[in-house]
């Protein structure tokens, strides 16, 4: 899924949406007894965009916390995702594509997060 992204708005949140949305689509069909990991990895994949967007529209240290937030979501996010994979829950072939999706926002958020 590829969202157009606005002049005004973050590049790491259109990632981020893009990886959250993609998360959405990998988890549709978790067997029953990973359910609540999959919960889990819904709630933290859709922290991340909510946050940078949250962000975006703060100034100083409320900005960063939402930024920092942001970013410690995309760790948890991958936590799950190699756990559910690791367990045959869910396509390792696409469930790696999507983290390689929050590397990247994780990369773009620790820029935010550490600029000058």
Same mark, same amino acid.
Do not use: C
């Given at each position: 899924?590829?969202?157009?992204?606005? =002049?005004?708005?973050?590049?790491?949140?259109? @990632?981020?949406?893009? %990886?959250?949305?993609?998360?959405?689509?990998?988890?549709?069909?978790?067997? @029953?007894?990973?359910?609540?990991?999959?919960?889990?990895? #819904? &709630?933290?994949?859709?922290?991340?965009?909510?946050? $940078?967007?949250?962000?975006?529209?703060?100034?100083?240290?409320?900005?960063?916390?939402?930024?920092?937030?942001?970013?410690?979501?995309?760790?948890?996010?991958?936590?799950?995702?190699?756990? $559910?994979?690791?367990?045959? =829950?869910?396509?390792?072939?696409? %469930?790696?594509?999507? #983290?390689? $999706?929050?590397?990247? @926002? &994780?990369?773009?958020?620790?820029?935010? #997060?550490?600029?000058?």
């Amino acid at each position: 899924m590829h969202v157009s992204q606005p =002049s005004n708005q973050l590049e790491a949140y259109t @990632v981020a949406l893009e %990886a959250a949305a993609s998360t959405l689509a990998l988890v549709r069909r978790v067997p @029953v007894p990973f359910k609540t990991l999959a919960d889990q990895l #819904i &709630r933290a994949a859709s922290s991340v965009p909510a946050n $940078l967007a949250e962000g975006h529209g703060r100034f100083g240290r409320d900005r960063f916390n939402h930024w920092r937030i942001a970013y410690g979501s995309a760790k948890e996010v991958d936590v799950f995702l190699h756990l $559910l994979a690791g367990s045959g =829950s869910i396509d390792s072939t696409k %469930a790696d594509a999507v #983290i390689q $999706l929050f590397d990247r @926002v &994780r990369a773009m958020t620790w820029r935010l #997060i550490h600029k000058k």
